[in-house]
Antibody
Framework: QVQLVESGGGVVQPGRSLRLSCAAS????????MHWVRQAPGKGLEWVAI????????HYADSVKGRFTISRDNSQNTLYLQMNSLRAEDTAVYYC???????????????????WGQGTLVSVSS | DIQLTQSPSFLSASVGDRVIITCRAS??????LAWYQQKPGKAPKLLIY???TLQSGVPSRFSGSGSGTEFTLTISSLHPEDFATYYC??????????FGPGTKVDIK
């Protein structure tokens, strides 16, 4: 069945880096935009980043711009999030999510999240 | 950027109750709105998009309506599995993609 599985979370000190992975199965990510969404403990959902089907278009939330990088390897059916200069406020469960659209040419479908992973916890603490 | 608010933040209801959750946008967003359900410790689940289109597999007791700045999610008859937190989200072809703060539906 269609599934997304995140990995790479853990405890990290402020200022350090971490890379998250999201492995897809049951479908090919090469036709779809992919997102990262996070949720701080006890808080609501925050969109983090999106990458188009071919990796040619990337966008970030202001809160992570310049520190986080989204990327993808369609041959490995895997999405990544490189997180640098981590801060305490980056502590959250990070979800990867599939868009039903490939890029912003698909209109509002690009911003939908129709398949989600189970999430991986990132804790930034000294 | 457009801001989304939800009301109420918390509601207590019984099985069989009709539940209505409201989402308001700071500017008109036509029908570009989605609703998600999240249960504790689980990932969110897409319920409705384009304000009123039911995602495949979602029970018909869920419905959405509205346009412009005011939207509603209605659960016609609350089932035990519907106790969860519900989020609205603005849809767009270009980021950002903001969520509302959430409405927690708890058992009375």
């Amino acid at each position: 069945q269609v599934q997304l599985v995140e990995s790479g979370g853990g405890v990290v000190q402020p200022g350090r880096s971490l890379r998250l992975s999201c492995a897809a199965s049951g479908f090919s990510i090469s036709s779809y935009g992919m997102h990262w969404v996070r949720q701080a403990p006890g808080k609501g959902l925050e969109w983090v980043a999106i990458i188009s089907y071919d990796g040619g278009d990337k966008h970030y939330a202001d809160s992570v711009k310049g520190r986080f990088t989204i990327s993808r390897d369609n041959s490995q059916n895997t999405l990544y999030l490189q997180m640098n200069s981590l801060r305490a406020e980056d502590t959250a469960v990070y979800y990867c999510a599939k868009s039903p659209g490939p890029s912003n040419s698909s209109g509002y479908y690009y911003s939908l999240f129709d398949v989600w992973g189970q999430g991986t916890l990132v804790s930034v603490s000294s | 950027d457009i801001q989304l608010t939800q009301s109420p933040s918390f509601l207590s209801a019984s099985v069989g109750d009709r539940v209505i959750i409201t989402c308001r946008a700071s500017q008109g967003i036509s029908t570009y709105l989605a609703w998600y359900q999240q249960k504790p410790g689980k990932a969110p689940k897409l319920l409705i998009y384009a304000a009123s289109t039911l995602q495949s597999g979602v029970p018909s007791r869920f419905s959405g309506s509205g346009s412009g700045t005011e939207f509603t999610l209605t659960i016609s008859s609350l089932h035990p599995e519907d106790f969860a937190t519900y989020y609205c989200q603005q849809l767009n072809s270009y980021p950002p993609f903001p969520f509302g703060p959430g409405t927690k539906v708890d058992i009375k």
